[in-house]
């Protein structure tokens, strides 16, 4: 099956500091990756959809210098958040697809911003 | 933008019984998915179900579309407390080849 892998799978950092996390398609290539932000018990919201090559296409009301997106490869996106403040603490979940309908997501990553 | 709307919000039941949970959405589809989240979790893929289908069943999963209501329904058999989880169901909008989930359902199993 497809495996999609998120690092780290937790993190905390201090307010204003920007963190990275990434996601990978191991055993497939992914030309498009979407990343997702869910709080504690509420569903998924797309962020944005991640392009390999191009710039990524960020949902209304997301702010593109805040939640930096770069899909380097077939295999890797990325989703920065600048200058985190504790209102960024989230779940964040990335996904890739496949394909033209399979999709497959990722475990997580916790974000607490202190 | 949420793309779909579940109820219940949340169902308690006793294990065996059967879980329905219903889903509504607001533009047509490429295909409607349901998926499974453990607290605290990712997601897993349950079941797929193409805008040309009415009815799939996967184990004790049985999932219907209706698209000129635009509404899926997702039923559980002869549930176990294993399936304590929140489920959601994630529509393919035609057109745009990206998931929007809708707002989910906690389902509590109670041994």
């Known amino acids: 099956g497809a495996v999609v892998s998120q690092h780290p799978s937790w993190v905390i950092c201090k307010s204003g500091t920007s963190v990275k996390i990434e996601c990978r398609s191991l055993d497939f290539q992914a030309t498009t990756m979407f990343w997702y932000r869910q709080f504690p018990k509420q569903s998924l919201m797309l962020m944005a959809t991640?392009?390999?090559?191009?710039?990524?296409?960020?949902e209304q009301g997301v702010e593109k210098d805040k939640f930096l997106i770069n899909h380097a490869s077939l295999t890797l996106s990325t989703l920065t958040v600048t200058s985190a403040h504790p209102e960024d603490s989230s779940f964040y979940i990335c996904s890739a697809r496949r394909g033209k309908y399979e999709q497959y997501f990722g475990p997580g990553t916790r974000l607490t911003v202190t | 933008s949420q793309q779909g709307e579940e109820d219940p919000q949340a169902l308690s039941i006793q294990e065996g019984e059967n879980a329905t949970m219903n889903c509504s959405y607001k533009t047509s589809i490429n295909n409607l998915q349901w998926y499974r989240q453990n607290s605290g979790r990712g997601l897993v893929h349950l079941i797929l179900?193409?805008?040309?289908?009415r009815e799939k069943h996967s184990g004790r999963l049985r999932v219907t579309l209706d698209t000129s209501k635009k509404s899926s329904s997702l039923l559980i058999t002869a549930s176990r407390a294993a399936d304590t989880a929140s489920y959601f169901c994630a529509t393919d909008p035609t057109g745009f080849q990206k998931l929007v989930f809708g707002t989910g359902t906690r389902l509590l199993v109670s041994p």
């Open positions: 991640s392009n390999e090559g191009s710039k990524a296409t960020y």
């Open positions: 179900i193409r805008s040309n289908e």
